[in-house]
């Protein structure tokens, strides 16, 4: 119905910069909110940033002032523009869409199949 593809992901050494793109398609009938999420080894996955179709964005503590998220609504693209990157940013980058697809009634969370970053020297 609705899928998500994620790219941009990779090995940076600290203080570099990264973009993650993903991009919705299927049969989609409208997408409200877009984000991002991480889970690194032996943690549980974490909110990075979300932006609705109206443009509100929201940020976890950790990457506030390092990152940017940003939406294309005609292309059904989220964006996340990572900066002065850590080691502790290393983990698998899920995007996620709150979406409805054509013929339901009702909106529901898709998931990505993840793109690994890798923050090391």
């Known amino acids: 119905q609705v899928q998500l593809v994620e790219s941009g992901g990779g090995l940076v050494q600290p203080g570099g910069s990264l973009r993650l793109s993903c991009a919705a398609s299927?049969?989609?009938?409208?997408?409200?909110?877009m984000g991002w999420y991480r889970q690194a080894p032996g943690n549980e996955r974490e909110l990075v940033a979300t932006?609705?179709?109206?443009?509100?964005?929201n940020y976890a503590d950790s990457v506030k002032g390092r990152s940017t998220i940003s939406r294309d609504n005609a292309k059904n693209t989220v964006y996340l523009q990572m900066n002065s990157l850590k080691p502790e940013d290393t983990a698998v980058y899920y995007c996620?869409?709150?979406?409805?697809?054509?013929?339901?009634?009702?909106?529901?969370?898709?998931w990505g199949q993840g793109t690994q970053v890798t923050v090391s020297s």
């Open positions: 996620k869409a709150y979406a409805r697809a054509k013929g339901s009634r009702y909106s529901y969370d898709y």
């Open positions: 932006i609705t179709s109206g443009g509100a964005i």
């Open positions: 299927g049969s989609i009938f409208s997408i409200n909110a």
